[in-house]
């Protein structure tokens, strides 16, 4: 095992052209980042409730896109990235808008029962007089 520093191979020794300077290359564009995957993302929304089972689809999307692009194929990756994103996105959705909606559903009724219960107070308290019972 070799422990010497710097760990990094040197690589091939450049070609020289006759007057001694490096051959110059040209990259064209800029490099594309590496394709996401989400497995933190999908390993959340798979252990919380999530309505459809969304999580596990996003987390199996996920692990294809790790696999592709451990294996170099940068465009499935990115394709299985995005599917697994796309997974997450409903899954947060499923779990986060029933619970909120059925929240404002809730205040929304007990301030309606406020309202009415104040009302209906105001009616029994309604005093009459000798006369109205005759």
């Keep these: 095992m070799d422990t010497s520093f710097p760990r990094e191979d040197p690589g091939p020794p450049t ?6 300077a490096a051959p110059t290359a040209l990259t064209l564009g800029t490099p594309r980042p590496p394709p996401r995957d989400h497995l933190v993302w999908s390993v959340f929304s ?3 409730l999530n309505l459809c089972c969304l999580g596990l689809l996003a987390l199996a999307y996920s692990v294809k896109a790790r696999d592709q692009k451990v294996a170099g194929d940068l ?10 994103k796309c997974y997450n996105i409903l899954a947060a ?8 909606l059925l ?3 809730v205040v929304t009724g007990a301030l309606h029962l406020a309202r009415l219960a104040k009302d209906s107070a105001a009616f029994f308290s309604t005093k009459f007089d000798d006369g109205d019972y005759d």
Aim: hydrophobic residues 45%; aromatic residues 10%; charged residues 25%.
């Design 15 to 20: 070609p020289r052209k006759a007057d001694g």
């Design 46 to 48: 798979t252990l919380y």
């Design 75 to 84: 465009e499935a990756a990115r394709r299985f990235g995005s599917k697994a």
């Design 93 to 100: 959705m499923w779990t986060l808008v029933p619970p909120l």
């Design 103 to 105: 929240l404002g559903l």
